[in-house]
């Protein structure tokens, strides 16, 4: 016998739901009104499950998707490369849902074509497809399409995100040589003092021996960190915790984020990222006839360093007073004479875009310089630094086996 699930309201209005093993549909029907209910829907069980399991897919289906940076690459690559083909926007997005393997970019897909037909706007449904496309993103679109120019701003937008991309790839690669010499340097410092010093200092208390200068400091060290070694880890989990705290505040952070873009070495590296980040952008933004002020507010947003963003909103309000960008950022002061003369020069011929581009350009250039040179000046410091401390134990190890054998022959 069947099993229908239904969906009643009972006598006081209320919803009830339930299953009845009855011969028919009919039937089941006749048993809900004989109990005083007002069938809302009845439904054959299996049939329910299918239907509940398909609204629950195509609930799944509309769910936003995020997405990685490799996977917005892929999908504004792709998008571009249809529009440029000839294909209408909806047909793109069709042969995307369709032909692409990977789930998120397929869901995107469906998304944005569902929201398109619905008459929504590609930047609108680009919000409601995936929180991967930031409002920056989101207006160049909207820029395209008021221009017609879609696919030429598509194409802009991959490489935008994929010099990005290679830039941080860049300085992440620049830190893993030196990550790997300091965690070499710590390894060999716990094997020298938990395996080599007991040993040494056995030796030694067995023979009797008056212990040279060096390897009393080293042995006196070494009991030290066995001693105290949970006061040392509950000092750097304190200032840790401290220094978290402090940066939590707007002032700290504020405080800790300037304080990066002055640090030796990596500080000129965040800098002429920024720079770089900043000038691709703004060049993207104003040669696709974004106002200049509202282009300054969204590129404010691509740097998550807050004392970067507290000084392009001082440029926001300078430009909003009706001074010149260049002028603006010389007011400011923290940047670049360069960058600032390249876009003076931009504002008075009138192409200010090709000026930001050049700019952009050159700051790629002058990252690679600098991270190669960073990598360059931190493998020698690391490995001066590593060869100090091993020459130091090497030395009050080697002092105090000399004295062990100065000893014994002594005493022959």
Not at 2 to 30: D, H, I
Request: aromatic residues 6%.
């Amino acid at each position: 016998m069947p099993t229908f699930a239904y969906t009643a309201l009972n006598s006081l209005g209320q919803t009830v739901s339930g299953s009845l093993a009855v011969a028919s549909r009919a039937e089941a029907f006749r048993q809900l009104e004989s109990q005083a209910l007002v069938p809302v829907k009845v439904a054959e069980a299996h049939l329910a499950s299918k239907l509940a399991n398909h609204a629950a897919a195509k609930a799944q289906e509309q769910t936003p998707a995020k997405l990685k940076r490799a996977q917005v690459i892929l999908f504004t690559e792709e998008l571009a490369d249809m529009l440029d083909g000839g294909l209408q926007i909806d047909q793109a997005l069709r042969v995307i849902t369709e032909r692409q393997e990977d789930p998120n970019l397929r869901r995107v897909s469906q998304i944005l074509r569902d929201q398109l037909r619905e008459g929504s706007t590609v930047a609108k449904a680009l919000k409601k497809a995936s929180p991967s496309f930031d409002e920056l993103y989101c207006n160049l679109v909207a820029a395209g399409e008021v221009s017609g120019s879609l696919a030429p701003i598509l194409r802009r937008l991959g490489q935008n995100l994929q010099v990005i991309a290679e830039l941080q790839s860049k300085v992440t690669q620049a830190m893993i040589y030196p990550a790997f010499l300091v965690g070499a340097c710590a390894l060999l410092m716990v094997v020298f003092m938990t395996v080599m010093v007991p040993q040494i200092t056995d030796l030694l208390d067995k023979g009797g021996q008056q212990l040279p200068m060096a390897t009393q400091m080293l042995i006196s060290f070494n009991h030290f960190l066995a001693t105290w070694w949970w006061v040392l880890l509950a000092l750097m989990i304190i200032v840790s915790l401290s220094f978290k705290a402090f940066t939590g505040t707007p002032s700290g952070l504020m405080w800790w984020h300037e304080t990066k873009l002055k640090l030796p070495l990596f500080g000129p590296v965040l800098a002429t990222r920024f720079y770089a980040q900043f000038a691709h952008s703004m060049g993207s933004l104003v040669g696709h006839g974004v106002p200049l002020l509202n282009s300054i507010r969204l590129v404010s947003k691509i740097s998550a360093n807050v004392y970067i963003q507290r000084l392009l909103t001082q440029v926001t309000g300078l430009v909003a007073e009706g001074g010149s960008l260049s002028s603006s950022l010389k007011k400011v002061g923290h940047f670049p004479l360069m960058l600032v003369d390249m876009i003076a020069v931009g504002e008075q011929t009138g192409m200010l875009s090709k000026s930001l581009e050049k700019s952009a350009l050159r700051y790629d250039k002058e990252l690679d310089k600098r991270i190669k040179r960073m990598t360059a000046m931190i493998s020698p410091i690391i490995i001066l630094f590593m060869a100090i401390i091993v020459g130091v134990v090497a030395y009050s190890i080697i002092s105090a086996v000399f004295s062990s054998v100065n000893g014994i022959r002594g005493r022959v």
